[in-house]
């Protein structure tokens, strides 16, 4: 089964949330988004998850956005991995 949530990594640190939905929502219908930011000091950290409302959204925001340069920097783009449910196995 094909993940509707990608992870969206080597963002630019000064990206605001508007920056990131603006570039994604080509692709589909975001229902989600996350920015990470650091517990300590609320920075930024550089990488968002996004949940798109069907898993061919998020295939085609994979393909098109890993590895394209947004801001002089080179996303990596991926299916999200849920760290969650391998803790439990």
Do not use: C, W
């Not at 409302?53 to 991995?81: I, S």
């Amino acid at each position: 089964m094909i993940s509707k949530k990608i992870y969206v990594g080597n963002l630019k640190f000064t990206l605001k949330e508007e920056n990131i939905r603006q570039i994604f929502s080509v692709y589909g219908v975001i229902q989600d988004l996350k920015m990470i930011h650091d517990r300590e000091t609320g920075n930024f950290r550089g990488f968002a998850f996004i949940t798109y409302a069907n898993p061919e959204e998020a295939e085609e925001a994979v393909t098109q956005m890993n590895g394209q340069p947004v801001d002089g920097r080179n996303l990596k783009v991926t299916f999200a991995e849920d760290k969650r449910k391998e803790k439990q196995n």
